[in-house]
């Protein structure tokens, strides 16, 4: 069974500073995996995916992410913190194969940005 | 293209009652996905739909609820005899096969 560990549970940075969130994954081949960003009262949004190519990701608003095969991880950051990232983001994996690409969520982190 | 939507908003139900939950998927979207979330942790999958059929359930989802996709559009969630435990973010989303999950904005059910 795939899962994902999102350690700690709240995250906060000055505006400007970087950002760091960490992910690690469990899978017994190398999933495909995703960051998805919750603002308040919104569904989820996906903020990018690895997907077996390059194992930098690039996504929106200025994140990106680098998946280690050998550390398990898949950590998401941003050099410079801006007050709209305050959100909830989620670590998610799901199977490279197989029929259903039902994903998998960590707990998710909170992040705070302060001014 | 008007994305994932979900009907109603919000719920709140008394304990004992039933509801039932409405997702409209992107409109050329084959898969359709029901998740739940609970306060304080990530989305939990609870079942798929390819076109009409469904094709998984997780344990989640005891026999108290019920999904149905039937002309492979809309898909509706019912929960039968409601229970605080019940009390939930109920998310959709769709995809065209494995491409990307999109997410509409959830029914928050609350059970008194």
């Known amino acids: 069974a795939q899962s994902v560990t999102q350690l700690g549970s709240h995250v906060s940075v000055s505006e400007g500073a970087l950002v760091l969130l960490r992910c690690n994954y469990s899978?017994?081949?190398?999933?495909?995996l995703f960051w998805y960003v919750q603002y308040p009262n919104q569904g989820l949004q996906l903020l990018l995916k690895?997907?077996?190519?390059?194992?930098l990701v690039k996504g929106i608003n200025g994140f990106e992410a680098e998946f280690k095969k050998s550390e398990t991880s898949f950590h998401l950051t941003k050099p410079s913190a801006h007050m709209s990232d305050a959100a909830e983001y989620f670590c998610?994996?799901?199977?490279?194969?197989?029929?259903?690409?039902?994903?998998?969520f960590g707990k998710g982190i909170t992040l705070s940005v302060r001014p | 293209d008007t994305g994932v939507s979900q009907n109603p908003r919000h719920k709140i139900t008394k304990r004992g009652q039933n509801v039932t939950f409405r997702c409209d998927p992107i409109?050329?979207?084959?898969?359709l996905y029901w998740y739940r979330q609970t306060l304080g942790q990530g989305p939990e999958f609870l079942t798929y739909f390819q076109n009409e059929a469904q094709l998984e359930k997780s344990r989640l989802l005891s026999d108290r609820f019920s999904a149905e996709r039937p002309k492979g559009s809309f898909s509706t969630l019912e929960i039968q005899r409601t229970e605080q435990g019940d009390s939930a973010m109920y998310l959709c989303?769709?995809?065209?096969?494995?491409?990307?999950?999109?997410f509409g904005p959830g029914t928050r059910l609350t059970v008194t």
């Open positions: 989303a769709s995809s065209f096969y494995e491409d990307e999950q999109y």
């Open positions: 998610a994996v799901s199977p490279v194969v197989g029929a259903n690409s039902k994903l998998t």
């Open positions: 409109s050329e979207h084959n898969r």
């Open positions: 899978s017994s081949v190398p999933p495909y």
């Open positions: 690895y997907t077996s190519a390059a194992t």
